[in-house]
């Protein structure tokens, strides 16, 4: 009974902020996630939490629908190749930016096809149901779509934007399994150096490059960037997860993401991802 009162308690909170928030112009939302990005990086500073390595391959005890994604790959392979069919009508990355991801790096030929921010599109996923299946047993899962790099395009340095995600990459389409390592991702985990904000220490970061059928989580709000260096598309499925945290904290995070995705940019990108075909 205390816990039913105690959950009232949080979703009728979660209501309040939710109002509040929709008063704000874009500048004081920022602020409001940039105080909530403080609370976690307080608490992984003080061993709340783990502070993630800039590439974690080991993550099956903590996350283990993604390994079931993993060995559905052949599924999830063939689903998006269809999609590629019609490349064109898929959405712009740019599209998706909803206010808070920097946009310098939307300047690459980039698309993607939207499965879920905060719900699941059901127009989109109708054209991938059996992927839409595998992604609806995966637990706090937030977002989920197929990043479509063009050939020989570089995803500039930049840091990402909520600290209480996790983000996955699952190499889908990967010229040659990456034969001449020609895409690639690379994450500077160092923390003094993301202190310092400079994207120019994304030269002190460690690469990784993508396989088909292998997947691979890191902290997104570390300096990184990519590049398809290849002669084709690169296609991988991206998700943000909710990253695990001591209970008092996922709690939090879970209210923080319910307030988020309730929001009118969010709302946005959930629209401008819907595709009409």
Same mark, same amino acid.
């Given at each position: 009974?205390?816990?039913?009162?105690?959950?009232?308690?949080?979703?009728?909170?979660?209501?309040?902020?939710?109002?509040?928030?929709?008063?704000?112009?874009?500048?004081?939302?920022?602020?409001?996630?940039? &105080?909530?990005?403080? !609370?976690?990086?307080?608490?992984?500073?003080?061993?709340? $939490?783990?502070?993630?390595?800039?590439?974690?391959?080991?993550?099956? %005890?903590?996350?283990?629908?993604?390994?079931?994604?993993?060995?559905?790959?052949?599924? !999830?392979?063939?689903?998006?190749?269809?999609?590629?069919?019609?490349?064109?009508?898929?959405?712009?990355?740019?599209?998706?930016?909803?206010?808070?991801?920097?946009?310098? @790096?939307?300047?690459?030929?980039?698309?993607? /096809?939207?499965?879920?921010?905060?719900?699941?599109?059901?127009?989109?996923?109708?054209?991938?149901?059996?992927?839409?299946?595998?992604? %609806?047993? @995966?637990?706090?899962? *937030?977002?989920?779509?197929?990043?479509?790099?063009?050939? #020989?395009?570089?995803?500039?340095?930049? /840091?990402? *934007?909520?600290?209480?995600?996790?983000?996955?990459?699952?190499?889908?389409?990967?010229?040659?399994?990456?034969?001449?390592?020609?895409?690639?991702?690379?994450?500077?985990?160092?923390?003094?150096?993301?202190?310092? =904000?400079?994207?120019?220490?994304?030269?002190?970061?460690? $690469?990784?490059?993508? #396989?088909?059928?292998?997947? !691979?989580?890191?902290?997104?709000?570390?300096? #990184?960037?990519?590049?398809? &260096?290849?002669?084709?598309?690169?296609?991988?499925?991206?998700?943000?997860?909710?990253?695990?945290?001591? /209970?008092?904290?996922?709690?939090?995070?879970?209210?923080?993401?319910?307030?988020?995705?309730?929001?009118?940019?969010? =709302?946005? @990108?959930?629209?401008?991802?819907?595709?009409?075909?």
């Amino acid at each position: 009974m205390e816990f039913l009162i105690f959950l009232l308690v949080v979703v009728a909170l979660g209501f309040w902020i939710w109002r509040k928030i929709a008063q704000l112009d874009g500048d004081q939302k920022v602020a409001i996630k940039d &105080g909530i990005n403080n !609370v976690f990086l307080r608490a992984e500073a003080r061993g709340r $939490f783990p502070v993630a390595p800039a590439f974690d391959r080991d993550y099956e %005890r903590d996350y283990p629908a993604l390994k079931n994604l993993e060995r559905h790959y052949d599924v !999830v392979r063939a689903e998006c190749e269809e999609l590629l069919g019609v490349k064109e009508k898929l959405t712009d990355i740019e599209a998706l930016g909803g206010g808070y991801t920097e946009g310098g @790096i939307h300047s690459a030929k980039w698309k993607s /096809f939207m499965f879920k921010s905060g719900q699941f599109i059901d127009e989109n996923c109708r054209h991938a149901p059996k992927t839409t299946e595998l992604l %609806r047993q @995966i637990p706090n899962l *937030y977002t989920a779509f197929f990043s479509v790099l063009d050939p #020989h395009q570089y995803i500039t340095p930049h /840091f990402g *934007y909520y600290k209480g995600f996790l983000r996955y990459h699952l190499g889908v389409i990967i010229p040659d399994d990456n034969a001449e390592n020609q895409c690639w991702l690379r994450v500077n985990a160092d923390l003094k150096d993301n202190a310092k =904000r400079d994207k120019d220490l994304v030269d002190r970061g460690e $690469f990784y490059y993508w #396989h088909d059928g292998e997947g !691979v989580i890191f902290d997104d709000t570390f300096l #990184h960037d990519a590049e398809n &260096g290849s002669d084709r598309v690169r296609v991988v499925l991206w998700l943000d997860i909710a990253r695990k945290m001591p /209970f008092h904290l996922h709690l939090f995070n879970k209210l923080a993401l319910w307030v988020v995705h309730k929001e009118g940019s969010v =709302r946005r @990108i959930r629209k401008n991802a819907t595709l009409d075909f």
